[in-house]
């Protein structure tokens, strides 16, 4: 278990509400990653878990309860503290989002750097057999009004429907292979791979090779998605606006790979909402947030999938 040595204070905006949010991030001797919405009074500790995540409709992961206390879009964060080493912290938050500061992972990490005491080694949460978990599920399981929902807010849930994501053994920690399948031309289809091994060396290829790349949207569904509710915080700076035709971008690109290397970030975050560090391969086509957690629910549903190694 390993945790901070000091307070971490972050702040910023919400990706969708764009008011403003303070994060203090605590060290904590309790096992595990929670956060506690102090604008609610009496709010009890939320755990970053797998089987508390409460939404994923909105392209980000919620924990909680959505009707009460509940902090969304974690998955930057949880990528963060994850290749930070930090699987113990009591996050205090003032608002119901993460701040999106740059819109990947980057800032996170910088603001763990130095911070962090003496490193032991993550609970290790070893893949025994493949689990897949297929888009086609997630709708099937969905009553008439989610489903609707969902057109509404992702409709590119359909256009996907072939998607899916395996979790499958590896020994050497946990490697992700990315692809995704994009009518926009200035995606189409992108493919990336990274192994998180624990090595210093591993981590710090992710910093320096996917950490800064940035979510992304189209910018003809910006209007929409601020008149209800969503998307006010973002801007040039945060996240990769696609043009009306698809082609291109209207602010500059890190890598023309940017798009996959983000979801790269997105599935590392969920993972770390298993508790601990997946020992397995990640195969991602056309992946989300509600496929990675799904993939973990059906893992976590039968003990003969994995083994817990505490060291």
Known sequence: MTSLIKKIKISGVGIHSGLPVNMVVKPSKKNGIFFKRIDIAGSDLIPAKYDNVGETLMRNTTIGDKNG???????????????????SAVIEIDGK????????????????????????????????????????????????????KTIILNHTIWRRGNGYVKLSPNESGLLIDATLVYGD??????????????SKKSVNKFIKDISKSRTFGKYSEWEWLKAHGMGRGANENNVIALNDAGDGTLNK??????????????AIGDMF????????????????????NLVLRKLFSDKSNYEIVEE
């Open 253 to 266: 690109l890190h890598c023309p790979d940017e798009f996959v290397r983000h979801k790269i970030i997105d």
């Open 185 to 198: 031309k200035i995606i189409g289809t992108q493919s990336y791979s990274c192994e998180l091994d624990g």
């Open 273 to 292: 909402t298993s508790g601990g560090f997946v020992y397995g391969k990640l195969e991602s086509y056309k992946g989300s947030h509600a496929l990675n």
């Open 69 to 87: 206390a509940h902090v969304q879009t974690i998955e930057h964060l949880m990528a963060a503290l994850f290749v930070s080493g930090i699987d």
């Open 97 to 148: 989002e993460t701040p999106i500061l740059d819109g990947s992972a980057y800032e996170f990490i910088k603001a763990f750097k130095g911070a962090v005491d003496k490193k032991t080694n993550m609970k290790k949460i070893i893949v025994k057999k493949p689990i897949v978990a297929y888009r086609n599920e997630l709708v099937k399981t969905m009553p008439f009004w989610k489903r609707l």
